[in-house]
């Protein structure tokens, strides 16, 4: 590149400055660069840096305010930037005088290894939601950083846009030209105002496809340059990241919208700039394409200035294709809010107002009239090719003749395969328009048509197209509230066109026009397309009948159920299926950020059948975690008490009934007297935080001992007792009221299970704390231990544990409560419940997960005593709690149980598996124990048997090799290194024996 206005350094004379100013030899490669000459340099060492020889007339205080940028990200948010390194001199920017006498500065930062984002996405696909990630966070950490040297005019500031007017003229290509010239007239005409109401702060504002860096696993590992940093408009900053990530993609508001749903959800944006930012995308471009046309003009042999124009020119003409509308609309739905603004109003008032809205046909729209149509399955051939119109026809009428109705109903969101051709293919690969954004209501050829409310033709057209609308009415309405929603009329004859002329007031009750015959009607069977919608979005008489099944939020809220205005009592709204990615993308916007998913990349489960579970591609899974389907995935006998019970009555336990009655007698028929009256309730949550209660009222203390690592549900009452929450990340610690007593890990912690006395050892440090509670005068309301330790890491308690814990506790006054949430109905095998392996006898059990078998049911099972001195007063109440469906589910589960002999399978099989892990154990260095009872089993893995390091990593490195042979397994314990075996207990040999071949090949493949 040739610049005559000062001496270009080569590679040799890089090498002797960077030796003489920072004191390392080392080799140097030359890289591109707009203005300043760059350098990457390799010292002997193997160590690597940026070395920048600037160009003439740099301000060193503008650098010096970037070495304070760089500082405060490093410091503040930890990013991944580039640090500075001193020279000899001490200083980050050390000036030098060039051979033509020119001042210049270097300065030299540390290399960060990894492959420009716009390289590595040539051949790999990214995930674009990183960037907004990135950019929400850096934007967060740099809000409350400021200096006077970001407060300057710059070229590449967004909200200058308007200063490249003078440089538009340069622009050789007349398309490009034209296309920055209305970019410019639309900021200049609303956007510029707009923006400037926006929050404003520094920003990097070049976070551009060539200066973010991703790492061999394509995780970005660095964002670079920050001489473009300025204080502008925060929107600014996001809208120039995505001008550049948008390039080149086959959907590039596709790509938008995971960067800005990514962005949001670290660092929300404003309504107002989400508004604009469609537009200040397109500011960017057209800055882009003049800067680099004023830029040519002098310097024309200058490259680097055209590696991205030629995107930029794309994108530009791209973008101008596309419906900004709908674009901001998308964009709304990113951040998770109504996507078209004012639907839920119109909704609202539609709603209020059914008894004004008239019919839209003369049939009758009684449910015993109606027939849903199957529109795929009539229309199309056995390979899926669109039958003739005339036979579809004659396919559709037949069906609703036998189902003696008189209309056929074609659904609302409805995924169809009958759009087919160029007319329905969108910018992403595979997908169509398909998604029905009416509903059809299918009836005879020149059947009259009526105005449900009054309304103003807006669009009157013949939509001739093969397999568009044919004959198409648009009618405006407006409400006296100031609303205003349109309805269409498509598949019309073209006699209607003429009732219907553009500009007509139509009152309601009046004709609109008649349903149309094929082909006149767009070759379709006759029928009327009927539409809502909250905003034409620019397109008139083109507007979408039918979606992207990726844009269903956006179209579903620009166009609502017809059935608001239509008033059919049947279900006519379908569900919308989302492929996996897309329901990632809608939980991260509507759905709480502490949700987790399973596995890297997340599975999406359509069906289960015993102890298997079914993706939407058909895949089947052995499920060896799930111990809330207890008696396997939907089990008929419980699906059928289920439905059976709900199609007779559903209320609550203020009335009588004889469900709530049999469950209690059969449920406590299972457990040791005294234990003998139950509480229902919804989950085992409820069922723990209903225990305390109990505990409190019997005891009139607050005080409660715990064990360690223990969890025992989500309320708030219950974190206070859940190590596992309170002293890990988000936590606030143990809570004043509660002690905890060392979770006794035989293989862990300090008395080894292979000592006799193991259990009475553990027991007396839990009394330890109890006796201290008693020393500060307040002791314990009650002790409360799962029967098993879950996420202690399936730890089973010592013989006589409990025993000794239990006696203490009750001779200070409380209660002892056992949490069987997670072990409980048969599942250790040898007995029903857990707390049986420590013969003993709780004063409170509570109960959940498998109980309904996936049905939300929880239970509280105590003795007349604690239930008595619970009786108060006050009414204890649960609207749900022991409704007749949910006791109808529970009783079946315990039936099921007893007819199956699944208790007997859990021990069967879980003896199999324990004796088989123990062999492989003895086999394989990397497992530290085998824990387990019936179906219930614990492998920790370890790196070393003496010291017992944790081999965390290769834990879940197993469990997802597991995962990738269709077996799904996961990991527990405090260090994560405990593979957790829990699967439905009608797990079989068979199941037991395909895990542990797979199991042990996996051990050796990650085993050194």
Known sequence: MSRPDFHIYSVQEACVLFAQHFNLAATAIRLPGERDLNFHMTCEDGTQFIFKIYAPGTDQDWLAAQDQVLDHIARIGGFPVPQLLLSKAGSTTTPITDDDGNRRLLRTLNWIDGTVWAKARESHDLDFAQIGTLLGRLDACMKEFDHPAAHRDFLWDIAQTSKHREFSDLIGDDDVRACVTDILDRFDHGIAEKLAKTPRQVIHNDANDYNLLVDGNLTINGLIDFGDFIETHRICNL?????????????????????????????????????????????????????????????????????????????????????????????????????????????????????????????????????????????????????????????????????????????????????????????????????????????PDQTPLFAPLDGVVVVSNDNARDFDYGPIIILEHKTSCGLTFYTKYGHLSRTSLPVSPVGKTVRKGELVGYVGPYPENGNWAPHLHFQIMVDLVGMGADICGVAAASEANVWSSICPNPNLMLGMAIDCQDIVERAPAKITAERSRHLGPNLSISYKKPLKMVRGAGQYLYTDTGEKYLDMVNNVCHIGHSHPRVVAAAARQAAELNTNTRYLHDNIVNYANELVATFPDPLSVCFFVNSGSEANDLALRLAQAYSGRREMLIVDHAYHGNLTSLIDLSPYKFNRKGGKGCPDHVKICPMPDGFRGPIRSDDPECGRKYADLAIDQLRAFEAEGRPPAAFIAESVLGCGGQIFLPDGYLKHIYAAVRASGGLCIADEVQVGFGRVGSHMWGFELQDVVPDIVTLGKPIGNGHPLGAVITTREVANAFYNGMEYFNTFGGNPVSCAIGREVLHVIRDERLQANARIVGDHMMARLREIAARNPLIGEVRGAGLFIGIELVHNLETKEPATEKAGQIANMMKDRNILISTDGPMDNVIKIKPPITFDLDDANTFLGNFEECLALVTP
Request: glycine share 6%; aromatic share 8%; proline share 6%.
């Open 239 to 443: 809208a120039v990241a995505l001008a550049y990530a948008m390039m080149d993609q086959p959907d590039p508001l596709a790509c938008a919208v995971d960067i800005i749903t990514a962005y949001h959800r670290v660092n929300p944006l404003g309504e107002d700039e989400v508004a604009i930012l469609y537009d200040l995308i397109a500011c960017r471009l057209a800055q882009s394409a003049c800067m680099a046309a004023q830029q040519y003009a002098k310097e024309p042999d200058n490259d680097y200035l055209l590696i991205s124009q030629a995107g930029v020119n794309d994108l530009l003409a791209r973008m101008a294709k596309l419906n900004p509308a709908i674009a901001h609309y998308r964009f709304r739905d990113a951040c998770g809010w109504e996507p078209c603004p004012g639907s839920r109003k119109v909704v609202n008032w539609l709603t209020v107002n059914a008894d004004q809205i008239g019919p839209v046909i003369p049939q009758s729209m009684d449910a015993s009239n109606l027939h849903i149509v199957d529109l795929n399955g009539l229309s199309l051939d056995p390979d899926g090719k669109l039958r003739p119109a005339n036979i579809v026809t004659d396919a559709i009428f037949a069906a609703m003749d036998a189902a003696n109705a008189e209309v056929g109903v074609g659904k609302y969101l409805e995924n169809r395969k009958v759009y087919q051709g160029p007319f329905f293919e969108t910018a992403t690969r595979g997908e169509w328009r398909s998604l029905h954004l009416g509903i059809d209501l299918f009836v």
